[in-house]
């Protein structure tokens, strides 16, 4: 890490922090106190004001520092990223720890905010993932960034096991798990990669050219899921109390709700991703109805009559 680093990481310290002691400013910096003492010096003579008291409470403190760091925070805005840091910690998110230090690193303003904050809880069930998996994702993530191809042995649910080479378009995060969007070369085609499902990966030093045609949002538009088999012309009727949880939440940009005086909803939309569709509207029960297509009411009934057999 070079000098000037260490001397704008040392500032950050103390502004987020407040007061802190040499060798705790030390431990952060990989440094030792001797040169802290001297990152001091070199603050002071550039114009930073920096106090040190003694004794047990005693340690470094920046005072009225906020000209060069000028990231013009607001109380509201740290709120907010606190609410963000809450919500991944519940999440039990892999990078909980990194965001945190980043978090930290960021709340230049009023640090008491932090004892005020809400309670938070993530209600929801989240990927049963190791230390390995994080690696996977990190090294995904360069991949992703230095458009580099990543040979993967990965375990399909429809396949089993097999070896691909892939190129990382991009990743997505669905249901607390995470998807990597890319071009497979085994099957020539876009698709979903589930990254818990990745058994080994090798990032290698060949690049790829990334489709110019392919668009994030475009490739996810009316997806009701991660999946996008078969297109739906979707029509339900929804009824209380489902009518009001499904009218809370839009579900795809080209839904249509119209209001029944029984409270109930009809609910029209184009939807790619049969399996899930089919899923959500069985995890409905009695409260939803399938208007159309045809072919949707065949596979419901179908699926209830599976059902009907285990019970």
């Not at 910096?29 to 008291?53: C, F, H, M, P, W």
């Not at 949880?245 to 005086?261: F, H």
Request: hydrophobic content about 35%.
């Amino acid at each position: 890490m070079s000098k000037f680093s260490n001397l704008l990481d040392m500032i950050i310290l103390l502004k987020s922090r407040g007061k802190m002691k040499c060798k705790d400013i030390a431990e952060e910096l990989e440094v030792d106190e001797r040169q802290v003492r001297k990152y001091k010096q070199d603050l002071e003579l550039a114009g930073v004001n920096i106090t040190s008291t003694t004794g047990i409470d005693g340690g470094y403190r920046l005072d009225g520092y906020d000209y060069l760091l000028n990231l013009n925070i607001k109380p509201e805005d740290l709120a907010v990223l606190n609410l963000a840091n809450l919500q991944l910690k519940s999440m039990k998110f892999p990078y909980y720890k990194e965001f945190n230090i980043l978090t930290d690193k960021i709340s230049t303003v009023d640090r008491s905010n932090n004892k005020r904050c809400i309670q938070y809880f993530e209600k929801s069930a989240r990927e049963n993932i190791n230390m390995k998996y994080k690696k996977e994702t990190l090294d995904i993530n360069y991949a992703v960034i230095t458009q580099r191809k990543v040979y993967i042995e990965y375990f399909s649910l429809s396949s089993g096991l097999s070896s691909r080479t892939i190129h990382p378009y991009a990743i997505v995060s669905y249901k607390n798990s995470l998807y990597i969007i890319a071009f497979c070369e085994k099957r020539n085609e876009i698709r979903d990669f589930k990254i818990s499902r990745i058994k080994e990966h090798k990032v290698l030093n060949s690049k790829f050219e990334m489709d110019k045609k392919f668009s994030l949002k475009e490739y996810m538009k009316n997806s009701f899921g991660i999946y996008r088999d078969d297109k739906l012309n979707l029509k339900l009727c929804i009824y209380k109390p489902m009518s009001y949880i499904v009218s809370e939440k839009i579900w795809v940009e080209n839904q249509k709700i119209i209001w029944n005086d029984d409270e109930s909803i009809i609910f029209e939309a184009i939807m790619s991703g049969k399996t899930e569709i089919v899923s959500w509207i069985l995890s409905m029960g009695s409260n939803a109805k399938v208007l159309g297509p045809g072919e949707l009411k065949k596979t419901i009934k179908e699926e209830i009559d599976k059902i009907i057999k285990y019970y």
